[in-house]
C-alpha cells in the first residue's frame, strides 16, 4: 500500500478514512499519493495498519481499538487525539480537528456502504462544514461534493458523464449548461424534486449556478 508524500503548508488536501466500507485499493492508493496528511477514525485503524498504510493521527475515544498502542508508536509516529464528546461524531470531530490545523481541504473514504443513517449523517456533517473546509467524500461508485451558492461552479467532463444535483435544503433559482437535461432557474425542493441521474450531453464544460440553499454535486459510475 502507498505511503504519502510531505505537507506543503497543507495547501493539499488532508484524508480522512473513516470507518465504512472500504473502497479499492486502487482508489485510495490514488488518494495516499496525493494527500499528504492522514487522519483515521479509531474503529478503522486495525482495517488500516492491516494495509500498511502510514497514517499521521488517529482520533476517537479509543475503546474499539485491537491493536497495541505501543506496538504501533514503535513502527510509526502518530499523533493520537482522544475524543470522548459525544455531541459529535467521530468524523465531525475529525473535520474540526483538520480545520484548527489550518487544512483547506479534505477528502474522505470509507464513509459511505455500511449503516445507511451513518452514510446520510456523513453527509449532513459535510454540507455543515462547507464553508470551513473544502470537502470531498469518495467511493467506488461516487464523488459527492457541496457546491456553493452565488459562485457558478465550471468542470469539463466527458460525454454521458452521471453528474446528479442532489438538493439538501430547497434550492432556488438553479441554471445549467452542458447537461442533457439543463435547469432554466427552476428550483429543486425536497422531497419533490431531485437533479438525479443527469449526465454531460457531450465532451465540454458543465456549469451549474444558483442563488441559495445546500447542493450536492455528485459524480457517479455504474
Known amino acids: 500500500m502507498s505511503s504519502h508524500h510531505f505537507v506543503r503548508d497543507k495547501q493539499e488536501p488532508a484524508l480522512i478514512i473513516a470507518n465504512g466500507e472500504e473502497?479499492?485499493?486502487?482508489l485510495l492508493n490514488q488518494l495516499l499519493e496525493w494527500n499528504p496528511y492522514v487522519l483515521v477514525l479509531d474503529g478503522a485503524l486495525d482495517r488500516v495498519l492491516m494495509k500498511g498504510i502510514k497514517i499521521d493521527a488517529v482520533l476517537g475515544d479509543f475503546d474499539s481499538i485491537n491493536v497495541n498502542r505501543l506496538s504501533v508508536d514503535d513502527e510509526q509516529q502518530i499523533e493520537w487525539l482522544y475524543t470522548e464528546d459525544?455531541?459529535?461524531?467521530?468524523?465531525?470531530?475529525?473535520?474540526?480537528?483538520?480545520?484548527?490545523?489550518?487544512?483547506k481541504a479534505a477528502n474522505i473514504v470509507w464513509a459511505t456502504g455500511k449503516r445507511m443513517d451513518h452514510?446520510?449523517?456523513?453527509?449532513?456533517?459535510?454540507?455543515?462544514?462547507?464553508?470551513?473546509?473544502?470537502?470531498?467524500?469518495?467511493d467506488n461508485y461516487s464523488r459527492a461534493?457541496?457546491?456553493?451558492p452565488g459562485k457558478p461552479f465550471s468542470k469539463f467532463y466527458a460525454s454521458g458523464s452521471i453528474?446528479?444535483?442532489m438538493p439538501l435544503t430547497d434550492i432556488r433559482n438553479?441554471?445549467?449548461?452542458g447537461l442533457r437535461y439543463n435547469l432554466k432557474g427552476e428550483d429543486l425542493e425536497i422531497p419533490t424534486r431531485t437533479g438525479s441521474s443527469n449526465e454531460a450531453e457531450t465532451d465540454g464544460i458543465i456549469e451549474v449556478a444558483y442563488?441559495?440553499?445546500i447542493l450536492f454535486l455528485m459524480e457517479c459510475v455504474d
Open 23 to 26: 473502497c479499492s485499493n486502487d
Open 86 to 103: 459525544q455531541n459529535y461524531t467521530d468524523l465531525e470531530k475529525g473535520i474540526q480537528h483538520l480545520i484548527k490545523q489550518g487544512h
Open 211 to 213: 442563488d441559495s440553499g
Open 145 to 148: 461534493f457541496c457546491l456553493t
Open 119 to 138: 452514510s446520510f449523517n456523513n453527509m449532513v456533517t459535510m454540507a455543515k462544514y462547507r464553508n470551513e473546509l473544502s470537502l470531498c467524500m469518495l
Open 174 to 177: 438553479i441554471k445549467t449548461t
Open 163 to 165: 453528474v446528479s444535483l
